[in-house]
């Protein structure tokens, strides 16, 4: 039988409470189907992990994650460990490590979710990002000088590549391509003046090789007023890294919640793992008491079962999700319930079973 191998990374805060779920959902999705099977291996990495060892992951830490079909991540960060040295040596470690240089974020608002904007129908809030994830403002480059001296300087580079550039905004052509819907670029060439514009010149040269797929560009202060007042203008979207990281946080928000979105670290060419994870953060503010919603983690899931060949399993996932926010009866607290995290995976697995 077809078995799946996933490294599951719980990590910190509500991590383990909505990977539980996610893994709950994608062993009922296994046993109901009967023809493949999922292999988790646990690993504790995160910062608790950190505390007591001196590091995110052991040093092997990539060996034993590339064994894998795909890494199910929950979140990553805790109050009492710097967060740049938690997520720089655990959640970018793997997606610079396994160059998963594309994330998939949808922003979608789905039946029955949510949405704070005023004179917009559902169906206009309908897009698929594409977030460079290996470079950009997020290379990690840059120096710190004369610290903690008067002429204390810090300097943060932006590495944008020709290759970095071309690989994203073709694989983002591709999407729109297949959709058959319009590519809009994000960027901000007019402050930006080395990177922001190199980036606008390669979206117009590798245009030229879509005449098919209509193109918009727009600075990246006009789209997020935009993507409030007329989300519909937006389709697929190609950004760099930084812009991508703010503009889906600002997506989740009208696209029914955090609680609501996902994202896949996708490397395309499949030479390493591709990673599945909600795009919240480990939310210390609500950790411990289940009361995180599971269904951005289960539409990672859905995300997951699409890369490994489940495309129909992946669709019915996305529809049960649809009908447990359109009954509105098993709702964590952010969206107006009073459900447990668990009770919401229980709800999906109900409904996967036809119960
Ligand atoms: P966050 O996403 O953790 O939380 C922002 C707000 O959204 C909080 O009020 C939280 O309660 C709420 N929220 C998030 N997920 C929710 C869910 N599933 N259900 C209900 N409510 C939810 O962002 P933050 O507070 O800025 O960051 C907290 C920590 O997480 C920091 O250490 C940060 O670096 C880290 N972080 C990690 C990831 C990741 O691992 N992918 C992503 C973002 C932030
Ligand atoms: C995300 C997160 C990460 C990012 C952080 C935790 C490094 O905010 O996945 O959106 O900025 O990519
Ligand atoms: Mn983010």
Not at 65 to 85: E, M, Q, R, S
Request: hydrophobic share 40%; with cysteine.
């Amino acid at each position: 039988m077809l078995e799946h191998k996933i490294a599951v990374i719980a990590g910190d805060g509500i991590g383990p409470e909505v990977i539980a779920e996610g893994v709950k959902v994608l062993n009922a999705v296994a046993e109901i189907d009967g023809g493949f099977s999922f292999d988790f291996t646990h690993y504790p990495w995160g910062c608790e992990y950190y505390l007591e060892n001196g590091a995110m992951m052991p040093q092997d830490g990539m060996e034993q994650l590339a064994k894998a079909d795909a890494v199910f991540l929950g979140a990553v960060g805790a109050p009492g460990v710097p967060d740049h040295i938690s997520l720089w040596d655990l959640l970018l470690k793997i997606r610079k490590g396994f160059d998963q240089y594309v994330n998939l974020r949808p922003v979608k608002l789905l039946k029955g979710a949510p949405c704070p904007l005023a004179d917009v129908a559902p169906e206009e809030i309908n897009m698929t990002f594409v977030r460079e994830n290996s470079e950009g403002e997020y290379a990690g480059s840059g120096s710190w000088l004369y610290k903690g001296k008067p002429n204390e300087v810090v300097i943060q580079d932006g590495v944008f590549s020709r290759v970095g550039c071309e690989r994203i905004i073709r694989y983002a052509f591709e999407v729109a391509r297949e959709q058959k819907r319009s590519l809009t670029s994000i960027s901000k060439g007019n402050a930006l003046n080395y990177s922001m514009v190199f980036w606008d010149q390669i979206f117009a040269e590798v245009s030229e090789e879509y005449p098919d797929v209509p193109t918009h560009s727009y600075l990246v202060d006009a789209a997020s007023m935009f993507m409030v007042k007329d989300p519909k203008r937006f389709e697929v979207v190609v950004t760099s890294n930084l812009f991508g990281d703010i503009l889906t946080d600002l997506g989740a928000a009208i696209a029914g919640g955090m609680g609501l979105a996902a994202g896949a670290n996708l490397n395309p060419e499949k030479k390493f793992p591709s990673m599945f994870e909600p795009i919240h953060g480990s939310a210390p503010d609500i950790a411990g008491e289940q009361k995180a919603n599971p269904l951005a983690t289960v539409w990672s899931a859905s995300q997951m079962l699409e890369f490994l060949g489940h495309k129909d399993w992946a669709d019915r996932l996305i529809e049960i999700i649809e009908e447990i926010l359109t009954e509105k009866c098993v709702l964590t607290p952010d969206l107006g319930g009073t459900a447990k995290t668990s009770d919401v995976g229980d709800e999906v697995v109900r409904k996967l079973k036809g119960v």
